[in-house]
């Protein structure tokens, strides 16, 4: 089955600089690769996705980008502010899967003032 | 999107006991699932809610111990049977609005269980 390995586990920044979590997957049958913002307390929300026909995908200050060939993908956010502090989780999903979601480990992430 | 709503938020329940945990979404919907989220860990998935057939179930779960009903479109159900310490952890469904691989998944807020 799919395997999703996410580093940093922990990644600390300063409020206004940018912050990556890179993501590894396991099966070349994965195409739709989409990110979630878990704050303490709440379920996991969609933040954006990609799909595998697609390099990069922006939305404001956040973006993904996906290398097929390397199976890997990253969430890079710009401009952090204090509110993006939360738990990002990495999934991937496999074509013929159906909807089965594989999630990465989290990457806990804290924007300093 | 869509939304969901669980009931209930959290619970404390004793060992040797069951809870049922209830997922609601305000429209009809083609795929439900379950996921567990034990503390400060990941999420893994339970089970698949089939509408009007039996739950499908991964690797390590079955369905004495999480049984699964789902009789309509946007309603399914999550029993936690038999309860031990070590089921303390988030529950969550999700729903996606088309059953391809590339259909966005939503998550509800999920229920806090802590099992003593």
């Known amino acids: 089955g799919e395997n999703v390995e996410q580093h940093p586990s922990t990644l600390s920044v300063q409020e206004g600089d940018s912050a990556v979590i890179k993501c590894t997957y396991s099966d070349s049958a994965s195409n739709y690769f989409p990110w979630y913002k878990q704050e303490l307390g709440k379920g996991p929300q969609l933040i954006i996705d990609i799909r595998s026909n697609v390099g990069e995908k922006k939305d404001q200050r956040i973006a993904v980008t996906l290398n097929k060939t390397a199976k890997h993908f990253s969430l890079h956010i710009t401009e952090t502010q204090p509110e993006d502090s939360a738990v990002y989780f990495c999934?991937?999903?496999?074509?013929?899967?159906?909807?089965?979601?594989?999630f990465g480990t989290g990457t806990q992430l804290k924007v300093e003032l | 999107s869509a939304v969901i709503s669980q009931k209930p938020s959290r619970d404390i329940c004793q060992r040797g006991t069951s809870l049922t945990i209830q997922c609601q979404v305000d429209s009809q919907v083609t795929m439900m699932f379950w996921y567990r989220q034990q503390p400060g860990q990941s999420l893994t998935l339970i089970a698949t809610?089939?509408?009007?057939?039996?739950?499908?179930?991964e690797s390590g779960f079955v369905i004495d111990k999480f049984p699964i009903s789902r009789p309509n479109l946007t309603f399914s159900t999550l029993t936690v049977s038999n309860m031990s310490p070590e089921d303390s952890s988030i529950y969550l469904c999700?729903?996606?609005?088309?059953?391809?691989?590339?259909?966005?998944?939503?998550f509800g807020p999920g229920t806090r269980l802590t099992v003593l």
């Open positions: 809610a089939n509408q009007g057939s039996e739950a499908t179930y």
């Open positions: 999700s729903v996606a609005l088309g059953h391809h691989s590339y259909n966005e998944q939503f």
């Open positions: 999934a991937a999903s496999t074509s013929g899967g159906g909807n089965k979601l594989t």
